[in-house]
């Protein structure tokens, strides 16, 4: 068996316009072209899927059963066309980061962006080194990291200065201290 798309078209047409004509005016196509299209399918499936009266034709319950069957198959047809349309490639930014910036920074980021943009990239938290090998293998295009890159193939741009901040009790040792040094805060 080989339907056609051409041929899913014609009989979804015609189920839905009520007529040969209607349906040919909505496809741009010919009556006979339209009968032919029709007249093949039927062929194929062995089936008549509109009743015949007086120049009218009037779906049946063969054609019943195969008209919701092909809405989808035609909206998914459509959909392939959809996934490779011009604005489907200009939407295919794909980014990573690393954990904290994924939790903390990344959501009020993906907002902003959806707002101005009226979509959303693909995104991926892991670790830096899973990151920076994703941007180097090109399985994503851009990455925000929190520690160091060490590929050799990819460009870094500071993004933001962070500042550590100890917390501790009102009676532990470090909350005397004016500056707590990184090795100090690790052992305390």
């Not at 994503?140 to 962070?162: K, Q, R, S």
Request: glycine letters at 6%; charged letters at 20%; a negative charge.
């Amino acid at each position: 068996m080989n339907i056609t798309f051409k041929q899913m078209s014609v009989f979804v047409s015609i189920a839905h316009n009520g007529s040969m004509t209607l349906a040919a005016e909505a496809l741009f196509m010919t009556k006979s072209a339209m009968s032919q299209a029709l007249a093949e399918l039927e062929n194929q499936l062995g089936v008549r899927l509109f009743d015949r009266q007086h120049a009218r034709l009037y779906i049946n319950h063969e054609g019943r059963k195969l008209l919701p069957v092909a809405d989808e198959l035609l909206a998914r047809m459509q959909g392939v066309g959809v996934l490779f349309s011009e604005d489907a490639q200009n939407n295919q930014l794909r980014l990573g980061c690393t954990k904290t910036i994924g939790s903390y920074f990344l959501p009020d980021m993906l907002k902003g962006f959806a707002k101005d943009n009226g979509w959303m990239p693909q995104s991926i938290i892991a670790n830096t080194q899973e990151i920076s090998k994703m941007v180097e293998h090109f399985e994503i295009d851009v990455a925000f990291l929190e520690g160091p890159a060490t590929e050799l193939n990819l460009i870094c741009e500071p993004w933001l200065d962070d500042e550590m901040v100890v917390i501790s009790g009102r009676d532990h040792p470090l909350s005397k201290e004016n500056t707590v040094l990184a090795a100090v805060a690790t052992r305390a």
